[in-house]
């Protein structure tokens, strides 16, 4: 199975934009459905994007639809998120997660992921 890294995470102020990465070591990556979720401080883990196999099929949670893309690079084993027009609520960790071919329930639960990054620091700033 694969092994996931996440990166690109930082400090931004708001309005501002990054890129994350999620880079994958293992083979099979292409196999994967690949999720991006995050987490605040005493809060829940939430569903933010998630895209395909193939990247026919993308999935956002409503709060980052038209500021965030998910993409993947099966070639160089990597998915990304692109976040822009950051909000302070958009402060938390983030973190890829993997499903072998889809999420085994529904693409926006974590539990239907069973590989995670160790995941990425992103600061919103006002």
């Known amino acids: 199975q694969v092994q996931l890294v996440e990166s690109g995470g930082g400090l931004v102020q708001a309005g501002g934009s990054l890129r994350l990465s999620c880079a994958a070591s293992g083979r099979y990556f292409h196999n994967y459905a690949i999720g991006w ?3 605040a401080p005493g809060k829940e883990r939430d569903f933010v994007s998630a895209i395909s196999w193939n990247g026919g099929s993308t999935y956002y949670a409503d709060s980052v639809k038209g500021r965030f893309t998910i993409s993947r690079d099966n070639a160089r084993n990597t998915a990304y998120l692109e976040i822009s ?18 999420p085994t329930e529904a693409w926006d639960t974590a539990v239907s992921y069973n590989i995670w990054g160790q995941g990425t620091q992103v600061t919103v700033s006002s």
Do not use: M
């Open 37 to 39: 979720f995050r987490q």
């Open 85 to 102: 027009s950051l909000k302070p609520e958009d402060t938390a960790v983030y973190y890829c997660a993997a499903a072998w071919g889809r």
